[in-house]
């Protein structure tokens, strides 16, 4: 059984209310009237079990203890004066502190051009050594998806135009993109807003095409590959040396024919399947072969020409399938829609992923409802 949440004792945030309460295996549905702390305990737990101990200066409290079902868990406590905040995190049940950093600290970091790691101390089982707070492992990571995550992703667009020239600076790794969502999510309801990690529709889509782009790039490759050496093969099953294989030619057709249709079934865009009038075609020019010994003949090019298209095949076939899981996984769960990848988004950057709707129209992401986004973006994509 994976590890879940038990149970969760806050006490003394926002110096006024005290939390407690306990979970179960599976889905867990927390009700309760405005300003209890529903919103704020999903932020501690995310925070916490994430290991973003970082964020808890920004919240007033005295202490925080949460315990996973695999007997393990993290104690929190926060020491607050006029001067400063001190976040201290254990092991429950130790005198052991884990980690032990200020608010100071923290400003400083944030501030610098190139700041230092905040180096604490990491209790081992033989000695004490400093470990920056970045590194430590997280005791059950999270997936937060907040509330207002459609606002969020209707101003990201705007407001990454608007900073679009901004960078932080991470000691020793260069220059990143700050996460803009966090950013914004953090400016608008608070410090203690935990990581927004989760795609949004838009960063679906790109993704998506880049990684269409790709796999159309890899298919395009082997067959350009199998092609020069499908050439030389032809060449040498001519020859008089080249032995002659048991099939006959119609058995090798009907071979592939099977992977063409498999060839169907593991690509997105139909112009990676050969046409499939092909088989017709082939059949028709073999009745009229005239060489010599022309069944055998015919058997031993269809058999150069089967073994590629089954190379081609498999390639395709690992090359689309995180995107198909993908697709199938969301579509299964969207009605009268699905999404839908333009044949043509490897040839065109500025296309994009679309909805096509039951009666053959086609839409933007953007008008797929909140629900429908939520399963979008919630459903982990299997790429890569």
């Not at 149970?7 to 300003?35: M, P, V, W």
């Not at 490759?221 to 499908?230: E, G």
Request: charged fraction near 25%; avoid cysteine.
């Amino acid at each position: 059984m994976s590890t879940y949440i038990r149970n969760i004792h806050a006490t003394g945030i926002y110096e006024r209310i005290d939390l407690k309460q306990t979970f179960q295996s599976g889905i867990n549905i927390i009700h309760g009237k405005n300003g209890a702390g529903k919103t704020t305990l999903l932020h501690i737990l995310a925070n916490a079990l994430d290991g973003k101990y970082e964020r808890f200066v920004h919240l007033p409290f005295k202490s925080i203890q949460i315990s996973l079902s695999d007997e393990t868990g993290i104690l929190i406590k926060q020491t607050r004066t006029d001067q400063d905040v001190v976040i201290t995190v254990q092991r429950p049940g130790t005198n052991q502190d884990i980690i032990t950093f200020s608010l100071e600290e923290i400003r400083r970091n944030e501030n610098a051009i190139n700041p230092i790691n905040i180096t604490t101390n990491i209790v081992g089982t033989v000695k004490t050594s400093p470990k920056p707070v970045s590194l430590l492992k997280p005791p059950l990571p999270t997936s937060y998806f907040p509330a207002f995550r459609t606002m969020i992703e209707a101003w990201k667009p705007i407001i990454e135009e608007e900073r679009s020239s901004q960078v932080i600076y991470l000691g020793g790794s260069g220059q990143v993109n700050k996460s803009t969502s966090t950013t914004l999510a953090r400016r608008l309801f608070g410090l203690f807003v935990p990581e927004i990690t989760y795609p949004s529709p838009r960063d679906i889509s790109q993704s998506l095409v880049e990684e269409y782009t790709k796999a159309t790039i890899k298919v395009a490759n082997t067959n350009n590959k199998l092609l020069s050496q499908a050439f030389r093969e032809i060449f040498v099953s001519l020859s008089e040396k080249h032995g002659q294989i048991d099939l006959k030619p119609e058995a090798i057709l009907r071979q592939i024919q099977s992977i063409i249709t498999r060839m169907g079934k593991s690509t997105i865009g139909e112009e990676l399947i050969p046409d499939v009038d092909i088989v017709a075609a082939i059949r028709k020019s073999i009745e009229s072969f005239q060489l010599a010994e022309g069944e055998s003949t015919a058997a031993n090019i269809l058999d150069v020409y089967r073994r590629s298209l089954d190379e081609i095949s498999r390639v395709q076939e690992r090359a689309f399938d995180g995107i198909k899981r993908y697709l199938e996984a969301v579509n299964e769960l969207l009605e009268g829609k699905k999404l839908y990848i333009p044949r043509t988004v490897a040839y065109h950057a500025s296309q994009s992923v679309q909805i096509k709707f039951a009666n053959g129209s086609f839409g933007e992401l953007q008008s797929l409802s909140s629900g429908e986004r939520q399963i979008v973006t919630m459903i982990t994509r299997p790429l890569g």
